[in-house]
């Protein structure tokens, strides 16, 4: 591969030497167009360099130092903003850019020389700039350059790139990197270069360049992310920008669009990749954090880490951050997750041991559904793997096989008979939590294929939430639901509700649950702060806000102590002390920041500690060991749990399909539609659940649902029926629009069971 580069390279050189020539007058090569000869035009500059290369012909003595990047002076040469611009002004009233070609490409191409350029005036690293590269200086001599307009200089950069990548790749991977203090200063510079999203840079310069880049130490990896960390968010965004127009080009025009090889097997991709971390690593660290730190609740729940040697060198818990430089999605490549065959990627993930790349080690890059879809890999592999362990004791044992999780139920004792079962699993045999869920309600004829599950899922969900049960408050505000910290139900109850959040995630169900953020940031680990009861609690928090921001006397105007009243389901008044003696401590212009953390660390944490704990011992049996946590995070996992809420049944349309005589342009079919886009939202719902099983949207929305509509024999009066588990639409051909109106509204109102049509 190495010689292949280099052979690329040294035809390069000759093209270069042929077109723009080496920049020294009175050059003698009869093959340099420095030395006077005729100019050539670039089909033949291109035919000749292949000959020059064959028979190993001359090179001009500054194309040989950029390639072999040495310098016969023992002065290594360098660049600033004032020489290079002084040299720019000299070649325009000149009208030739040849002796800043030359200079350019000594200096560009050697990592001694760039790392001693654009330096600045007092050398010095802090911790507010961890590099003493003159930045500013930099981006001005990119736009100075790029100004002139001439390809030339344009040139001059690119293949200079390409040289010093190639020196860079083999210096990383056979030899330690220099002591060099300024050794990552040519990264930082190259970098800068606006120009790196054209096609010239993309096709070959940048991907090598990338290429040496990935193969930096984690020591040094960690310094150009604190670096970086410091750029103001608009330069990261045209860094990502960059890579993310790398990544793009080359899964339309490269090897895995021309010879339908793996994305994962593209180099120029996962180098790109690979710098991408960096990049969202340093948005991350460079973002806002809390204040507080919202450390973990216990350790019996160690913060979600991933297993990434350059996350353990910079030593920061990624959860922590409320909002990086640039937004998450940003990082996520749509053209990139369209082509991966996410079970490939998996299985390399899975086998991460054979050394093959999977895009799951850097799953910033993949959105939600792509995960999503993973993890559903994932749990069917661990649900096969407990079945067939199964079958094995059964034969050793000579038991029975129960190859699968079985819940019987009752409709009217549901929560009490879902919760002895569940319970009585999760201590006998926790790891049959692990085996694919079927429900059976009793009384009803009904083999679970899915769509029983999800609806046993629902009337769990509607049940315990219900505000009568008691175990959770309804904010009328922000529609949320949140832990009763008076609640007399036992901890079993809240221990099922985790328990189903978790099966429903194991088993690929979306509920309607309404919880806010911080429930699933403390199912990470993390503890509740004030920032998050902005998101749960935003009448309360907009108070404690004022009183934060209030420029008057808080001490004597407002008069508060360090104690909380609330009531409990029966209306009695409650008082609570914040701190020790809290309720003689009069809250005052210095100490109320501290008044605020421990009101929100009491309404989020120690209020409703006994019953979180209770609901995340049930989540955790579940999804223990599970990638879940390393896949997602916790915005994501609501996505998971709750489905997204666009509903657009625009989409829903399109991505629908059709069978048993209907096709898009039959009447019955134009009729539907027609009739579903003039619904209200709350009859859309229902007709989700009527053909779903749930009125929830997966994750990617609507054109991951796989709707579809069949024919159901000729008009009659029969309603319209529906597989659940299969999401089919079944639809007798019904004689006009209107009655087909009125069916599927009846239908799609009073259906709940089976047996009811």
Same mark, same amino acid.
């Given at each position: 591969?190495?010689?292949?580069? @280099? ?8 093209? +270069? ?31 000749? @360099? ?13 194309? #040989? ?12 040469? =360098? ?14 009233? *000149? ?91 040519? %990264? ?32 040094? $990896? ?21 890579? $993310?127009?790398?990544?793009?080009? $080359? ?7 021309? *010879? ?39 350790? @019996? ?14 030593? !920061?818990? +990624? /959860? ?9 999605? *940003? =990082? ?33 890059? /993949? ?37 699968? #999780? ?46 029983? &599950? ?32 008076? &609640? +007399? ?11 189903? /959040? ?59 102590? %360090? ?26 212009? *210095? ?23 209770? =609901? ?32 657009? %049944? ?43 099983? &749930? ?6 929305? =609507? ?5 579809? !509509? ?19 639409? /079944? ?25 009811? #049509?």
């Amino acid at each position: 591969m190495y010689r292949k580069r @280099a052979a690329e390279q040294m035809i390069k050189s000759y093209f +270069f030497q042929l077109t723009d020539g080496c920049g020294l007058e009175g050059c003698s090569n009869e093959y340099c167009a420095s030395s006077g000869r005729k100019q050539t035009s670039k089909d033949d500059a291109a035919a000749l @360099a292949l000959q020059l290369f064959m028979k190993k012909a001359r090179l001009c003595e500054p194309l #040989l130092q950029e390639r072999n990047h040495k310098v016969p002076s023992k002065e290594v040469p =360098f660049l600033t903003e004032q020489s290079l611009l002084s040299d720019l002004d000299s070649c325009k009233k *000149e009208g030739n850019f040849k002796r800043l070609v030359h200079r350019i490409g000594v200096v560009f191409s050697s990592s001694e020389s760039l790392n001693k350029s654009f330096l600045l005036d007092v050398p010095s690293k802090t911790q507010d700039m961890p590099t003493n590269v003159d930045i500013e200086s930099v981006r001005r001599m990119y736009s100075a350059l790029f100004k002139t307009g001439d390809s030339s200089v344009e040139n001059s950069l690119i293949n200079s790139l390409v040289s010093l990548a190639q020196t860079l790749e083999m210096d990383l991977r056979y030899k330690s990197p220099s002591n060099n203090p300024n050794y990552l200063n040519q %990264f930082v510079i190259i970098m800068e270069n606006s120009m790196l999203q054209s096609p010239e840079y993309l096709d070959k310069a940048l991907p090598s360049f990338l290429n040496a880049m990935g193969l930096l130490p984690v020591k040094l $990896q960690a310094t150009l992310v604190h670096i970086w960390a410091k750029f103001p968010s608009q330069q990261i965004r045209r860094m990502v920008e960059t890579l $993310q127009q790398l990544i793009t080009y $080359q899964v339309l025009t490269g090897p895995s669009a021309m *010879e339908s090889s793996p994305v994962q097997e593209d180099d120029s991709i996962v180098a790109a990749t690979k710098t991408m971390k960096l990049l969202h690593y340093a948005s991350i660290l460079g973002g806002m954090f809390d204040k507080t730190g919202g450390d973990c609740e216990d350790a @019996a729940t160690a913060c979600n880490i991933v297993d990434d040697p350059l996350v353990k060198e910079l030593k !920061i818990d +990624f /959860l922590n951050c409320r909002k990086p430089l640039i937004p998450y999605e *940003e =990082f996520v490549n749509g053209p990139l997750n369209d082509q991966i065959e996410v079970d490939r990627d998996f299985s390399h993930f899975k086998n991460d041991s054979h050394g093959r790349f999977a895009f799951l080690n850097y799953n910033f890059i /993949l959105s939600t559904a792509t995960k999503s879809l993973s993890l559903y890999y994932d749990n069917r592999v661990r649900m096969y793997s407990e079945r067939r362990l199964t079958l094995i004791y059964s034969l050793v044992r000579g038991q029975p096989p129960v190859p699968y #999780l079985r819940l019987k139920v009752r409709r009217d004792h549901l929560i009490e008979d879902a919760l002895v079962s569940l319970e009585m699993t999760s201590q006998d045999n926790p790891s049959d939590l692990k085996k694919q869920l079927f429900v059976e309600f009793e009384g009803e004829q009904g083999i679970d294929e899915g769509g029983v &599950s999800k609806e046993f899922f629902q009337l769990v969900v509607e049940e315990i939430f219900n505000p009568d049960f008691g175990m959770f408050t309804f904010d009328e505000a922000t529609r949320y639901c949140w832990f009763d910290p008076t &609640s +007399f139900e036992t901890d079993g109850q809240f221990f099922l509700i985790g328990l189903v /959040l978790g099966l429903a995630i194991y088993n690929n169900v979306i509920l309607d649950v309404h919880f806010p953020m911080v429930v699933y940031r403390k199912l990470f680990g993390k503890k509740g702060t004030f920032e998050d009861l902005k998101d749960s609690h935003s009448v309360l928090a907009a108070s404690l806000q004022d009183l934060l921001d209030y420029e008057g006397d808080v001490e004597n105007e407002m008069m508060c102590t %360090f104690t909380i009243g609330y009531t409990d389901m029966f209306g009695s008044s409650i008082t609570k002390e914040l701190k020790e003696n809290g309720s003689q401590m009069v809250v005052n212009n *210095e100490n109320r920041w501290e008044f605020v953390e421990l009101y929100a660390d009491f309404i989020l944490n120690k209020s409703v500690e006994k019953q979180f704990k209770a =609901f995340r011992r049930g989540f955790d049996m579940v999804v223990d060991e599970s990638p879940l946590k390393t896949f997602f995070r916790p915005d994501e996992v609501e996505l998971l749990v709750s489905g997204c809420q666009d509903f657009d %049944f625009e989409a829903l349309e399109k991505s629908t399909g059709y069978e048993n005589g209907f096709t898009e342009n039959s009447p019955m079919i134009r009729w539907f539609w027609e009739i579903v886009h003039s619904f209200s939202l709350e009859q859309k719902k229902q007709l989700l659940m009527f053909t779903t099983g &749930s009125d929830r949207i997966p994750v990617g929305g =609507f054109s991951k649902l796989k709707l579809l !509509i069949a024919r159901n024999g000729p008009d009659s009066d029969r309603l319209p029926t529906a597989h659940t588990c299969f999401n089919v639409l /079944l639809l007798p051909e019904y004689s006009s629009s209107e009655k087909l109106r009125e069916r599927l509204l009846k239908a799609i109102t009073h259906a709940k069971g089976f047996g009811l #049509l």
